[in-house]
């Protein structure tokens, strides 16, 4: 099928990383949402490096899709990592509005057509789907999660909302406006909240995966959260500087009751136990300084060498003539 489309009303990102079961699963899904679309639709997968061959399976779905919808397959020269992903979605979506959602299965196509009725009806400019419950994670992922998004609420000029993720429709101009940010360290869900723009929020229960499994660990998830912090925040340095305060004024305090105890009452100098503890809890403040320092640093070092955020193998698009 050649059908060719011009004009785009609706884009609907896939970023995929070794999901090929489950995007052959949610395609067909897919399909039968954008069929029923009075204006013309482009569904784009991003290969994120996987080592599932996505090229055979969008041959496959190649001829499933209906008249109206275009399919475009992006893959990069290896994996780069989700946000590197979403951001390259952005870069070829053509439609006046771009939806952005998991291929797991995990987020609805009927929330997903809520939310574009919602953003044809509304003066806003994102829907953007929160979760309901995390019911299916761990109390300990729970806990740190809410513990992050704590930490960074660290500013009154944009809010980063908890448990709202890249599931979301915005329209051109706010995508737009994410392609013109140019740090290569993308923490997304930052960038959404720091772009701005009216955002309405809409709860939905996220069912459980169609296949395969999560991609994301506590590792990752750590890694992913420590570029949050370090691009987003400039509370832990504020924090190192209140306590090398804290630990000077107390080591002057302990100074002083040395000298004191020393002149007035005649004592020993205290042995070295106590001066050990010190050098070593005073090191270990140093280290853990330093370690933090270091991060932020390090993310200045990936910023200023430039480097493009991700490198694309090859692409295919259904409305070329020859795919």
């Known amino acids: 099928m050649n059908t060719k489309i011009e004009a785009v009303g609706l884009s609907i990102i896939l970023p995929v990383y070794n999901d ?17 679309q009075s204006s013309a639709c482009e569904v784009i997968l991003v290969d994120d490096g996987s080592q599932h061959d996505l090229s055979a399976l969008y041959q496959q779905h190649l001829s499933q899709r209906p008249d109206n919808t275009a399919l ?44 574009l009725t919602l953003i044809n009806t509304n003066s806003v400019d994102v829907v953007a789907a929160v979760q309901a419950s995390r019911d299916h994670e761990s109390f300990l992922l729970r806990w740190f999660k809410r513990g992050f998004y704590y930490f960074m609420q660290d500013t009154n000029r944009y809010e980063l909302k908890p448990n709202a993720g890249d599931f979301r429709i915005m329209r051109r101009k706010v995508a737009d406006a994410l392609l013109q940010l140019p740090e290569r360290q993308r923490f997304m869900k ?12 809409v709860p939905f229960q996220a069912p459980p995966r169609q296949a395969g499994s999560s991609k994301f660990n506590y590792f990752s ?26 630990v000077s004024f107390m080591a ?17 100098l205290a042995g070295w136990a106590t001066l050990a503890a010190g050098i070593m809890f005073s090191a270990g403040i140093q280290l853990i300084c330093l370690g933090l320092i270091g991060e932020y640093i390090g993310r200045i070092y990936e910023e200023v060498k430039q480097r493009p955020l ?5 692409v295919w698009d259904s409305r070329d003539s020859k795919p």
Do not use: C
């Open 20 to 36: 090929a079961q489950a995007v052959d699963q949610f395609l067909p899904q897919l399909f039968e949402f954008t069929a029923r």
């Open 72 to 115: 475009q397959l992006i893959r990069f020269s290896r994996n780069f990592g989700k946000e590197a992903a979403l951001s390259a979605g952005l870069a070829h979506a053509r439609g006046e509005l771009i939806a952005m959602m998991d291929a797991d299965g995990q987020h609805p196509i009927e929330v997903l057509a809520q939310m």
């Open 190 to 201: 930052g960038l959404y909240a720091w772009v701005g723009f009216p955002t309405l929020y």
């Open 221 to 246: 998830l750590f890694e992913l959260a420590l570029v949050g912090i370090t691009s987003f925040s400039q509370r832990p340095l504020r924090w190192i500087s209140r306590m090398g305060l804290l």
């Open 252 to 268: 002057l305090i302990y100074g002083a009751l040395i000298v004191g105890d020393t002149l007035f009452f005649g004592k020993d």
């Open 310 to 314: 991700y490198l694309v193998d090859k």
